[in-house]
C-alpha cells in the first residue's frame, strides 16, 4: 500500500485513492474466501456421490486452506501491480494541474512570510474588534445609568412644578420666593419652640424652688 497521502487527490475526489484500493482489495478478498467456500462445498457433494471415497472432509479443509493461501499469494501480487498503475495513472492529478478552487493561489501567490505578516494583522485587528466591542458594551451600560440619573431627575423637576402649581394656586406667583418665605417661617418657629421650652423649663425650677 501507497505510503503517500496524495492530499491533492483527496481534496478532488472526496476520499484518498488508499482507501478506495483498499475497499477494493478487500472487497476480492471477501470474493476469493466466499469463492473457495463455493468450490469446497462442490467437492464435498462430489465425494459424497462416490461409493467407497476415503477422503474425510477434514482432509478437504486442509487442502481448500493450502489452495486458498496459494491464491492469495498470487492475487496480492497482481493487486500490487493493479494497485501501483492505478495511483500512478488512474487516482493521480498530475502535478501541473491545478484544480478550480485553488486557482486563487496562482493569481495571488503569498510567500510563507508575507502568509505569516497576514496572519498576525488578522490576529491585530481581531484584538481591536475585541476591544472595541468591549467598549462599547461600557458606553451602553454608561448610557443605561445616564438614562436612570435622568428619569430620576425628571421626576424631581415634576415634582418642584406640582410645588409650584399648588403655590400659584394659593396666590404666590414665585416658587422661588414662595420657598424663601417658607425658609424664614420655618426658622421663626423654630426659634419660638426654643423660647417656649425654654421658658417651660424656668417655671418648672420656680415650682421646685418654690
Known amino acids: 500500500m501507497s505510503v503517500d497521502p496524495m492530499a491533492y487527490e483527496a481534496q478532488f475526489f472526496g476520499f484518498t485513492p488508499q482507501t478506495c484500493m483498499l475497499r477494493v482489495y478487500i ?19 462430489k465425494l459424497d456421490a462416490i461409493p467407497g471415497c476415503q477422503i474425510s472432509p477434514s482432509q478437504i479443509r486442509k487442502c481448500t486452506e493450502k489452495f486458498l493461501l ?35 493561489h496562482e493569481q495571488y501567490p503569498y510567500s510563507k512570510e508575507e502568509f505569516q505578516a497576514l496572519q498576525e494583522e488578522l490576529q491585530q485587528l ?30 424631581i423637576l415634576q415634582c418642584f412644578n406640582g410645588l409650584e ?6 396666590g404666590t406667583g414665585n416658587f422661588k420666593e414662595s420657598f ?31
Open 126 to 155: 481581531q484584538q481591536q474588534c475585541r476591544a472595541e466591542a468591549a467598549a462599547g458594551e461600557a458606553l451602553r451600560a454608561e448610557l443605561e445609568e445616564q438614562k436612570a440619573v435622568m428619569g430620576e431627575l425628571e421626576k
Open 165 to 170: 402649581n399648588i403655590c400659584r394656586e394659593h
Open 27 to 45: 472487497a476480492f478478498q471477501d470474493y476469493l474466501f466466499e469463492m473457495m467456500l463455493v468450490v469446497e462445498g462442490v467437492i464435498l457433494k
Open 70 to 104: 496459494f491464491m492469495k499469494d498470487h492475487f496480492d501480487k497482481l493487486f500490487g501491480r493493479m494497485e501501483e498503475v492505478l495511483l500512478q495513472l488512474v487516482l493521480n492529478i498530475p502535478k501541473n494541474v491545478l484544480l478550480p478552487e485553488d486557482r486563487v
Open 180 to 210: 424663601a418665605f417658607l425658609t424664614q417661617n420655618s426658622k421663626k418657629l423654630q426659634d419660638a419652640l426654643k423660647e417656649v421650652e425654654e421658658k417651660s423649663k424656668k417655671m418648672e425650677q420656680r415650682d421646685e424652688n418654690a
